[in-house]
């Protein structure tokens, strides 16, 4: 069956960097396009960085561009968030998704606490 498995979460200081990866099975990896979202505390879910299945096309919410970036490796079938200059606003559990028609799968999520 499809599993996402998000790692790489913790604590982090404002101004500093954090890698998240999703190690992801049960399906054709390399066919999926993959997304990140987060779910801050009282808040809905949102979409924080969406990637094509070749890697090619990315794309940001735009409060978080120029800091994060969504890469894949294919070969691992993994995807990653690398968090670059986090603020606090940024706090939140953040989970992998994909689309596989009919259905959508989410990990778990992995909590991403930025504070000094």
């Known amino acids: 069956q499809v599993q996402l498995v998000e790692s790489g979460g913790g604590l982090v200081q404002p101004g500093g960097s954090l890698r998240l990866s999703c190690a992801a099975s049960g399906f054709t990896f390399s066919s999926a396009g993959m997304n990140w979202y987060r779910q801050a505390p009282g808040k809905g879910r949102e979409v924080v960085a969406t990637i094509s299945n070749t890697g090619d096309i990315v794309s940001y919410k735009e409060s978080v561009k120029g800091r994060f970036t969504i890469s894949r490796d294919n070969a691992k079938s993994t995807v990653y968030l690398q968090m670059d200059s986090v603020t606090p606003e940024d706090t939140a559990v953040y989970y992998c998704?994909?689309?596989?028609?009919?259905?959508?799968?989410w990990g778990r999520g992995t909590q991403v606490t930025v504070s000094s």
């Open positions: 998704n994909c689309y596989l028609f009919p259905q959508e799968f």
